[in-house]
């Protein structure tokens, strides 16, 4: 996976115009991504312990897979694909995989339930998680069918953002990190 997942972009990023090495780079990338979600599922599925940074880093992987699955769809079938597909690509893709796997990995840093503010611990972080990855897949679906709900995704997304940065700077505030 981690050759794929490094020879995979570069050739993508060489044949961008939907070549025959793009398509191999489009190949390599999905295996890529799909792998590390089924890796890091069974990692998660064998932990003793569940934490909201796990969960947070499961739908992320997630987010990468349906990525990996409508970015291959643009090197199998380029005429099939409309405009609105690249936008929606880049939201999974930037905002699920890679946004909330930061998001993730962050909780597992900063653990939200060490923090001693009311309102303020695991479940306001799940929250959060709850509202940025439903905000990214309502935008992508709406990408895709060109419905008017972009916006709805767009709202819950900055909703979801607005409740990661209090738990964040409450727990930073709270142990003198600011």
């Known amino acids: 996976m981690l050759v794929t997942g490094a020879t ?25 991504l ?4 089924a890796a890091y599922g069974d990692m998660y599925r064998r932990s003793d312990r569940s934490r909201v940074g796990g969960r947070t880093v499961l739908v992320a992987v997630l987010f990468g897979v349906l990525a990996a699955l409508l970015g291959i769809s643009f090197a199998a079938l380029p005429e099939a694909v ?9 939201r999974l893709a ?8 930061i998001v993730g990995v962050t909780y597992f840093f900063y ?38 709900t972009v916006v709805v995704g ?10 990661y940065a209090t738990v964040l700077g409450t727990i930073f505030s709270e142990r003198g990190f600011s």
């Open 154 to 163: 767009r709202v819950l997304s900055v909703i979801g953002a607005v409740l």
């Open 94 to 101: 930037v905002g699920g995989f890679l946004g909330l796997t």
């Open 8 to 32: 995979g972009p570069a050739l993508i990023a060489v044949d961008f115009y939907g070549g025959s090495v793009f398509q191999v780079g489009a190949v390599f990338q999905t295996v890529a």
């Open 111 to 148: 653990p939200p339930g060490i923090a001693s503010r009311r309102y303020v611990d695991d479940r306001t972080a799940g929250a959060a998680v709850v509202a940025l990855g439903t905000g990214l897949l309502l935008e992508a679906v709406a990408l895709l069918a060109a419905a008017p």
């Open 82 to 90: 409309p405009g609105s597909a690249f936008e929606a690509h880049y």
């Open 34 to 37: 799909v792998g590390f979600a």
